[in-house]
């Protein structure tokens, strides 16, 4: 290639960028067709780019445009004497174009702007392919650089609905010519086609099941119908077997011999006869195959475009989804293969033709007693128990997972700037029963989850059976979320104390202990001003109890004034060991929470410091017997930017005791000047603090793995080792400065070093690398997910989670053999296959009915559908539904002995993915 080409001027008109901006500025009413066509960017002068910014500025207000509003705007911007001044704005009005003309330059400019993008893009290549050594890495870049640029050509249209209606009718009209139910492509089953019309223009039809069910014969056999029976044109993509092994296939299938004995080679004269029959049967038919592996859904939308125009096909099957690669680089393969389902679905749209897709379904599904595939198995993500705690970004609240199932809210999900945004929850649902496993990190957090949920670890997400201790795995160091103070700074204290050394038990005086006079004092006087208790204070040997007796005579129906209280904000009555955080606390502001802690703290926490070998070792921790309040409190310190670490001891005979630590000098200047502690505990603060202050920072805890070296830092080195140890003021060591984490500071210095935005990101990021200590596997539980919209993860547990990711099918299919999976199947399993439609967007879901030939590996109608079909009336679609399957209704789990044929497994399973 010249590379001189690439220097040639870039194309572009000045004058007709000066025409739409005056034409616009004449009648500001064609201002709607030009922004549906030209960004700002779009313009190549850069004075024409300010115009037409500001331009769309003014009509965005509602402000009447003229050249004087234009004019004002621009000096108030101070870019009027920038544009040129008067001179210049004469010179755009004497160019404006007339109306009619408007939106053809603009489509002009347009497609000048998208030429210039190639011409950059080209240029760019170019360069990485001087810079870039690994080939497919720089055909992606490239892949990825053009795709965006034909997005920008796409322009949005609207349609009267008198027109669209018309359309509608005449559709309608056609159908109704039909002599037959199926409107769509058949499939040549006749239940099937029954339930679902046939296959629709337009749509994604999924096909899943796991190895060994038959999906690919399945798929060949509706291939065969619609292409060899009815001599409509069709492409099978096969991305795991070769075309000869695809021909191989349909052929058995159709002569009905098996598939080892056509490999074997020892076919009898009538058996080589009928395929030999079969061959010039279908030799003509209109069936395309291509067999390219590690397909794109670039590659396939290039050639499936080929194919529509020189074959015109009417249908398309892939083989199968989870081998396809996206067109670009993506975090992690739940997105990637989430991308690949709607590359799909688009595909289907723009050629207008259904397309089905083959999935394969992971082991999951064989862990369940019934084992019957469900929707929940195709959601490409994992899952978590029913007792997860998600939050709510908009009121700080904390609910179960599964009592948010079918709601709708904002939670907490993390950004590519690895900071925590507001996320839209669009949906929350129940996953079925799975195994789960228990994760555990070094702060003392902890979740429940299936072996594939992911995690996030520094060079991206992870299953949870891909993870092992010692991983680090991001979970939040800050939460911020709305609030809403509708509680006394009175009833806050109150509750601080008496959730830390009160005693409010049923059928027992209320009453409070503590060794502070201070504490004791601010109880009473509390509890008189809320609820005029009139408080009995008794000195016992070094500790005093407050009674809080009721102010009134407490008869049948009328209760004290605390219960009353408590049951408001729906706080049980417990012993220690059971207490817990009230919901109304976590809805509060950080101020708020700050003094709730600042009391609570004051019960049962420990302020202190010792001397030893010449340091001073400063120990901040609150101790309880409730591990949920433990937790509780962990939460609430992250609200205010406070990490904190849970550990547990245990003496014999004894509850486990669950210590809540504050450490490193950053945190503990923290929790000191934010929180505090009220009483004689809070008294050392002041000396504390000046200790703190004479401390060298050194974290162990909040710091970035060691693994950025090598996945960001070396990459980006543009200068020696040596010279970066100098930049850094550190000597140099060689190789072993690559070989440590990094606390944020110094990682900040690297940063500017570099001058790398990613660096900057994880520097200032709203992540702990927190360390897994244990990964353990507890049993089958009831698991449900969540959808979060754009950033596909949230904050769960305070753990930070992916989400499960909805596929863009419009109709989902399974098969199931129930007697695969069972050793002595009943007479009615024997040799049939349930085909589950679980999603139909435009019809009933049900199942229907097949018969399963083992030995050829075929599917076939039942001899009942097929005399069925003769009769002149058709059965009413809703009468199909199967009215005995309940995805969601889950036996209890139990041993199962398999009779697994090792001649079903005629395709790779692929153990790793589900879609």
Known sequence: MDETILDMPLPHDEQLERAVIGGIILEPSVADTVINILKPEDFYNEKNRILYETVI???????????????????????????GGDIYLSLVMSDAAPPKTIEHIAQSLKEKAITRGLIIVAKDILLKAKQIKNVDELIDYAES????????????????????????????????KKDSIVTGLPS????????????????????????????????????????????????????????????MRLLCNEARIPLRKVRSGFLTKEELEQITEKVLEMKNSPIYIDDTAA?????????????????????????????????????????????????????????????IALAQLSR???????????????????????????????????????????????????????KLKRAFVSKVFYSGKKKVYLLKTRTGREIKASSNHPFLKLDGWHRLDELKVGDKIAVPRVLKTGYKDDISDEEIILLAHLIGDGCILPRQPYHYTSADLQNINIVADTAEKLFNIKPRIVKQKNWYYVYLPSPYKLTKGKKHPITIWFEKLNIKRTRSYEKEVPEKIFNLSPKKIALFLKHLWATDGSISYRKQKGKFNISIYYSTTSKKLAHQIQHLLLKLGIISIIRTT??????PSYNIYITGKTNQKKFLTKVGCFGSRGETIPEVLKILEDIKENPNIDIIPKEIWNLYIKQLLHISHRQFAKALGISYCGSSLFKNSLSRERLNKIANILNAKILYDL????????????????????????????????????????NSIEQDADMVMFIHRPEYYKKNPTPEEKGIAEIIIAKQRNGPTGTIKLAFIKEITKFENLAKDYF????????????????NLNYNNETQNQEVDYDIDPEQFELMEDEGLEF
């Open 57 to 83: 500025e003014i009509i965005s207000e509602g402000i009447a445009l003229d050249p004087l509003t234009l004019k004002t705007r621009l000096e108030k911007k101070n870019k009027f004497e920038h544009v």
């Open 364 to 418: 999951q599904t064989e862990m369940r007693s019934d084992k019957r595939p469900q929707l929940a198995d195709l959601r490409e993500s994992g899952c978590l128990t029913g007792d997860t705690l998600v939050i709510d970004a908009d009121t700080g609240n904390l609910q179960p997972i599964e009592k948010l199932v079918g709601k709708q809210f904002y939670t907490l999900a993390l950004d590519k700037d690895f």
């Open 868 to 883: 069925q079909s003769l009769d002149d009336g058709e059965p009413p679609i809703d009468q199909q539904e199967d009215e």
């Open 145 to 176: 650089s053009i795709f965006k640029l034909s997005e920008e050509k796409t322009i949005s249209e609207y349609f009267h609905i008198g027109d669209v209606l018309q359309k509608t009718l005449e559709m309608i009209n056609e159908l109704s």
């Open 188 to 247: 040549g089953f006749y239940e099937l086609d029954r339930l679902t019309t046939g296959f629709h223009k337009g749509d994604l039809i999924i096909v899943a099941a796991r190895p060994a069910m038959g999906k690919t014969s399945f798929a060949l056999s509706i291939l065969h119908y619609v292409s060899v029976v009815e001599n409509i044109p069709s492409a099978f993509f096969s991305l795991e077997m070769s075309k000869e092994q695809i021909a």
């Open 650 to 655: 245990k003496k014999e005979n004894y509850r």
């Open 295 to 355: 397909l794109s859904i670039l590659d396939l939308r290039a050639k499936a475009r080929k194919l529509k125009r020189e074959k015109d096909i009417q249908l398309i099957v892939v083989d199968y989804l989870q081998l396809m690669r996206s067109s670009r680089r993506v975090e992690n393969r739940q997105q990637e293969v989430a991308e690949i389902s709607r590359g799909l679905k688009g595909l289907a749209k723009d050629l207008d033709i259904p397309v």
């Open 763 to 802: 520097a200032s990021s709203d992540v702990l690398w927190d360390e897994i200590i244990e990964i353990k596997e507890l049993g089958v539980e009831d698991v449900y997910d969540m959808t979060v919209e754009n950033y596909h993860n949230f904050v769960a547990n305070d753990f930070i989670v992916h």
